[in-house]
């Protein structure tokens, strides 16, 4: 698989099923296909996703946090497509949107442990601005990171 192949796309109502599966298989917190429907249409233009020869491999989903930011609420990819640039490339691109829109940062939460994320985010721009305490269903905190955007 070249990084090439892979075609970056909106999601559609279509592939909430797909998406649900990696959400479900990549995440500890539990979600529906309606919740992914209702995040769809609060935000359509945040939410992408990344195909591969017809399969959905990876996807982000990002909302605004106004005034000033864009917040992202997911972003997986497939296991067996992890390390090939795929969530860069999806972190790239919301970043672009939130540049043209006119946000000056993008944010995230992410898990306290989970440690493979971070360095993912910290190689890509993102310092850590605060944390909440308890913010997952299992009592976890989560950290919160930033990155200005100053292209
Ligand atoms: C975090 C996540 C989206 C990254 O996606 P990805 O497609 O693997 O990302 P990339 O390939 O662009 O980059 C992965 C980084 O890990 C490195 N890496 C090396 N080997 C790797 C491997 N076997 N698997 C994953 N990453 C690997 C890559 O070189 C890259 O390093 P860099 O940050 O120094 O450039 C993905 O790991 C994932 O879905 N995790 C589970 C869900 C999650 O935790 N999401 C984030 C919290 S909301």
Known sequence: MKINQIIFRPFR??????V??????RFKEKYSSSLILQIYNYFP????VAELEGEIVGYI??????PTSLRVLMVAVKRE?????IGS????????LAYMKGYSSVKLE?????????GFYRSRGYRTVGMIEHYYSDGSDAFIMEKPLNF
Do not use: C, W
């Open 110 to 118: 992410v898990r306290q442990d989970n440690i493979r994320a971070i």
């Open 20 to 25: 649900l599966k990696i959400a479900s298989s």
């Open 13 to 18: 109502p279509e592939d909430v099923e797909d």
């Open 45 to 48: 233009e945040g939410f992408l």
């Open 61 to 66: 989903t990002a909302v605004p946090h106004y």
């Open 81 to 85: 497509h992890e390390g090939r640039g």
């Open 89 to 96: 490339q999806l972190m790239g691109r919301i970043e672009t």
